[in-house]
C-alpha cells in the first residue's frame, strides 16, 4: 500500500479538474482490530463503519479527490465534520474496470444550499492506497481532461470548417450566378447581331437589285455600290463579333451543362435514390418527386455516363416492384427523402416514362437486372389497353379520357420492349396503339393546316405542343409521311401557333426578351404567352430530327433551315438558365418550369409558384436537347 505526501497535496493543491462525471462510494471506515474508537467518533455508526455513501468527482489527484453528493446519511452527517475520521473509498476509474480501492481522511467539509435542496461537497485525503490504483485514476483523469480538450479542439475545426465550406459554397454560387447571367447576355447580343446581320443581307440585296437596273455608268450606279461596299465591310465586322462570341458562349455553355449535371445530382436523396422535382417550391409539392422527373433525370444521368446515379434511381423503382401478376401501375409521386407516397393517382403516362428510361439504360449498359420493371410496366399496359376496342391508352385504370401524348409514348415503348426482348405481344401493343393514334389523333391535312394536325386525345382538337414535337419524335417524319402527314408543316403549326416571345426578368434583376414555346395556344388563353423550357427543349428535339431526316434525304436547304430553327431556340433557353437559389444546389445552372408562376397551363394543372423554382423537367430536357438526344428511340 502506498500512502502519499500529504503535505505536498496540501501545499501545491495539484489536481485534475473532471468534466465527465465518474461515481464513488464512502463510508466512515471501522477501526481496525483492536484499536479503540478515535476521540469523538459516534458509537451509533458501530463497529463495521457506516452504509456506503453515493456520488461523483470533481477533480482528483495523487493525493486524494473531490467529492459531491445530494444525500448523506444522518450519522455520517455527525461524524463528516469531526476531526480524525476516515473513510473508506470506492471509485469507479474507468467504469469498465475493478473499482479502485482507497482509505482516506476527510480534510475539509462543506454544506451547500443549490435551490432549496441540500449538496454536499467532501475532500478526502488519501491515507492508503495501491500504486497501481492511483496511476489508473490518475491516467484516466488525464484522458478526461485531454478528451475534453480535444473535443473543444475538434468543435473549432469543425466550425472553422463549416466556416471555409460555406465561404468556398458562396464563391461557388457567385461563380456560376456570373456564369450564367453572362451566358444569358452573350445570348441576348448573338440575338441581336443576328437580327442585325439579317438587315444588312436585306439591304444589300435591295441594294444589288437597284444596281442591275443601271445599265450604264451614272452616278447613282457608283453611290449604290459605294453603299454596298460599306455593308459589306459593316457586315463583315459583326459576323468577326459573331464568331467569338459563339466560341465563348460553347465553352460557357459546355461549362454550364455540366453543373446542370452536378445540379441533378445534388439533389439526389442518398436514401431513397429519388430527385426533387422542384427545388425552392413552398407549396404542397415541395418534397415531391415526381416518377416522370425520375425517369428524364436517368436518361440525362446516361448521357453523361453516369450509370451509378441512373442505378440509385432505377433502385427504388426495383424495391418498390410487388411480387408478380400484382403489379397495378406506380404512383404518380413519392416522397423523395421516405419513398413514401406523395400522389396516390396512377397515370399511364409517367409509368411508360419509367418503362423508357430502364430501357434506355437496358440498352446503353447490356444490363437486363431492371428489366423486370419494365416488364411489369408494359404488361399491365396491355391490361388498360385491353378494355379499349381500339387499342388505345386512356388516362389511367381509373380514368376515361384519351391522351395522344400518352398514347405516343406508348407507341415508343411498345416499340423498345419488342426491339429488346423479340417478345411478339409488345409488337401486337404497339401495332393496337398505332391503330389508335392513326384514328383519333394524326389529322392528314396535306400542307394546308387549318386546325392542329394532331388532336390532343380522343375527340379533343385543343392545341398541346407537345403532341406535336413528340409525333415526330416517336413515330419519325419518314412513317408520318407515309399517314399522308408533312412533318415539316406538324412543326410550322406548332410554331405559328404556340411560340411566343415573352419578358423575362432574371434573378439578378437583368430584363431579357425570350422566345420559346407555350404549352398551349397563348392567343387562348387570358394569362398571355409564357414559356416552357421543357416543351421548348422537346421542339428542338424534334427540329434536329428533321434537320437530319432532310440531310439523309441529301435535301441541304431544308436540312440547315431545320437546324437553325433549333440552333435559334436552344439558344433563347439559355436566357432562361438560372443559378439555383438553394443551399443544396450551391448556384449550379438549373432552368424554372415555367416563365410565369402559377398559372393555367391549358392542360389540366398549373405551374408551380416561383420563377426562381428549379424544375427537374425544364433542365434534364434541355440537356437532351443540348445532347442532340430523343429519348424515344434506342440509338
Excluded at 458501530?46 to 450519522?75: I, K, M, P, R
Excluded at 439579317?198 to 444589300?204: A, M
Excluded at 458562349?249 to 459546355?254: F, V, Y
Excluded at 407516397?341 to 437486363?368: F, M, R, S
Aim: hydrophobic share 40%; net charge neutral.
Amino acid at each position: 500500500m502506498r500512502v502519499p505526501n500529504t503535505s505536498r497535496v496540501t501545499n501545491k493543491r495539484k489536481y485534475i479538474r473532471l468534466k465527465s462525471i465518474l461515481p464513488v462510494e464512502f463510508r466512515i471506515a471501522p477501526p481496525p482490530l483492536g484499536q479503540r474508537l478515535p476521540a469523538g467518533r459516534d458509537l451509533s455508526v458501530g463497529a463495521a463503519g457506516s452504509s456506503w455513501q453515493q456520488g461523483y468527482t470533481c477533480n482528483v489527484s495523487d493525493g486524494g479527490v473531490c467529492f459531491e453528493t445530494a444525500h448523506l446519511d444522518e450519522a455520517v452527517l455527525k461524524q463528516v465534520g469531526k476531526p480524525n475520521v476516515e473513510v473508506e473509498v470506492s471509485m469507479l476509474i474507468p467504469l469498465h474496470r475493478p473499482p479502485v480501492k482507497a482509505r482516506a481522511k476527510i480534510a475539509w467539509f462543506r454544506h451547500l444550499d443549490r435551490k432549496n435542496a441540500p449538496h454536499y461537497m467532501l475532500g478526502l485525503q488519501f491515507t492508503e492506497i495501491a500504486y497501481a490504483d492511483c496511476d489508473r485514476m490518475l491516467s484516466q483523469a488525464r484522458v478526461l481532461s485531454l478528451s475534453t480538450h480535444l473535443l473543444a479542439l475538434a468543435v473549432v475545426v469543425l466550425f472553422l470548417g463549416f466556416v471555409i465550406v460555406g465561404f468556398y459554397n458562396y464563391r461557388l454560387r457567385m461563380d456560376n450566378e456570373k456564369l450564367v447571367d453572362y451566358l444569358a447576355r452573350a445570348q441576348q447580343e448573338e440575338t441581336q447581331i443576328r437580327e442585325t446581320i439579317g438587315e444588312i443581307s436585306r439591304k444589300k440585296e435591295i441594294l444589288s437589285k437597284q444596281m442591275k437596273q443601271y445599265l450604264d455608268g451614272v452616278s447613282g450606279r457608283q453611290q449604290l455600290s459605294n453603299e454596298y461596299e460599306q455593308l459589306a465591310a459593316r457586315e463583315t465586322r459583326i459576323a468577326d463579333r459573331l464568331r467569338l462570341l459563339e466560341r465563348q458562349k460553347s465553352d460557357m455553355q459546355q461549362t454550364v451543362v455540366e453543373r446542370m449535371h452536378q445540379w441533378l445530382k445534388n439533389h439526389q436523396n442518398p436514401l431513397t435514390g429519388l430527385i426533387l422535382s422542384f427545388e425552392g417550391d413552398v407549396g404542397i409539392i415541395q418534397d415531391w418527386a415526381f416518377i416522370y422527373d425520375q425517369a428524364l433525370a436517368v436518361n440525362t444521368f446516361l448521357l453523361f455516363d453516369d450509370e451509378r446515379d441512373a442505378r440509385r434511381i432505377l433502385n427504388f423503382f426495383k424495391e418498390k416492384l410487388p411480387p408478380a401478376d400484382n403489379f397495378k401501375g406506380f404512383s404518380n409521386a413519392y416522397y423523395y427523402d421516405s419513398g413514401d407516397i406523395a400522389e396516390y393517382t396512377v397515370h399511364c403516362g409517367p409509368n411508360i416514362w419509367v418503362g423508357i428510361g430502364v430501357l434506355q439504360y437496358t440498352h446503353k449498359t447490356k444490363d437486363d437486372y431492371y428489366l423486370p420493371v419494365a416488364r411489369a410496366i408494359s404488361d399491365w399496359l396491355i391490361t388498360v389497353q385491353d378494355k379499349d376496342p381500339e387499342g388505345g391508352l386512356k388516362g389511367g385504370p381509373e380514368f376515361s379520357w384519351f391522351a395522344t401524348e400518352h398514347n405516343l409514348d406508348a407507341y415508343a415503348f411498345f416499340g423498345m420492349m419488342y426491339e429488346l426482348t423479340e417478345e411478339e405481344k409488345y409488337q401486337i401493343a404497339q401495332k393496337k396503339v398505332f391503330s389508335w393514334l392513326k384514328t383519333y389523333a394524326m389529322i392528314p391535312h396535306g400542307k394546308d393546316y387549318q386546325s392542329p394536325p394532331i388532336n390532343r386525345g380522343r375527340g379533343d382538337a385543343t392545341i398541346a405542343t407537345d403532341t406535336f414535337a413528340w409525333s415526330l419524335a416517336a413515330i419519325g417524319p419518314e412513317k408520318l409521311r407515309q399517314l399522308g402527314m408533312d412533318p415539316g408543316e406538324i412543326m410550322n403549326f406548332a410554331e405559328e401557333h404556340c411560340a411566343v416571345t415573352v419578358p423575362f426578368t432574371r434573378p439578378s434583376g437583368v430584363k431579357l426578351e425570350v422566345t420559346g414555346f407555350d404549352f398551349a395556344k397563348h392567343a387562348n388563353m387570358p394569362r398571355g404567352g409564357m414559356i416552357s423550357p421543357e416543351w421548348t427543349s422537346q421542339m428542338v428535339v424534334s427540329y434536329q430530327i428533321l434537320s437530319r431526316y432532310f440531310s439523309q434525304k441529301e435535301r441541304p436547304n431544308q436540312a440547315h433551315y431545320y437546324a437553325e430553327k433549333a440552333r435559334s431556340y436552344l439558344g433563347e433557353l439559355n436566357k432562361l438558365i438560372i443559378a439555383s437559389p438553394s443551399v443544396k444546389g450551391q448556384g449550379e445552372g438549373c432552368l424554372p418550369y415555367a416563365t410565369l408562376e402559377n398559372a393555367d397551363t391549358g392542360h389540366g394543372w398549373s405551374t408551380p409558384p416561383g420563377t426562381k423554382t428549379c424544375s427537374v423537367a425544364g433542365t434534364a430536357y434541355m440537356i437532351m436537347a443540348i445532347k442532340q438526344f430523343n429519348p424515344l428511340v434506342l440509338n
